[in-house]
């Protein structure tokens, strides 16, 4: 599409003619890679899992008391921020220290593969934790490490009479 600005055309969709235009896309491109980052990670980093077991009651009279527990993992705030952080750090050295057009994009290429990377370890870490808790430690009053910071757990035990 051609615009006629005075006595200047103007073609707009063509950024690659701009001389930061090659960076502009490439910047679009890291920030729509930290979005599927992200949304990958949140779908990797959520689950549960419940385990409910009878306990005999102990004051003798014969009624066994119900424990359940649920553990549900969340996306931790913490890998969020580790995005932001490398996208702008990223951007940062662009603008600093990158002399040419290629140096700045092999800095945006490789802050896109940092996030890449980031979101999956993350999300399989945490998922990892989720699948090798023993279901009878939730119940028994064991202790558990959580897999911070690649998630958020949180359990929730309740006793029913």
């Known amino acids: ?3 006629t600005m005075g006595t200047t055309t103007v073609e707009t969709g063509e950024l690659s003619r701009l001389p930061a235009g090659p960076i502009l896309m490439r910047l679009r491109r890291l920030l729509l890679t930290t979005a599927g980052a992200a949304a990958a990670y949140t779908l990797l980093s ?5 385990t409910c077991t009878d306990t005999p009651n102990a004051g003798g009279s014969g009624a066994a008391q119900v424990t359940c527990a649920n553990l549900v993992l969340h996306p931790s705030w913490i890998v969020y ?13 662009v603008a600093r220290q990158a002399s040419t057009v290629a140096d700045a994009l092999r800095t945006l290429d490789r802050a896109a593969i940092v996030i890449g990377a980031l979101a999956v370890l993350a999300g399989l870490i945490g998922m990892a934790w989720l699948f090798l808790v023993p279901h009878e430690a939730l119940t028994s009053g064991g ?5 911070f910071p690649f998630s958020s757990p949180e359990l929730t035990i309740t006793h029913n009479p």
């Open 1 to 3: 599409m051609m615009r």
């Open 46 to 50: 959520t689950g549960s899992v419940g």
């Open 81 to 93: 921020a580790a995005f932001a952080v490398i996208l702008f750090v990223a951007i940062g050295r």
């Open 143 to 147: 202790t558990l490490i959580y897999p």
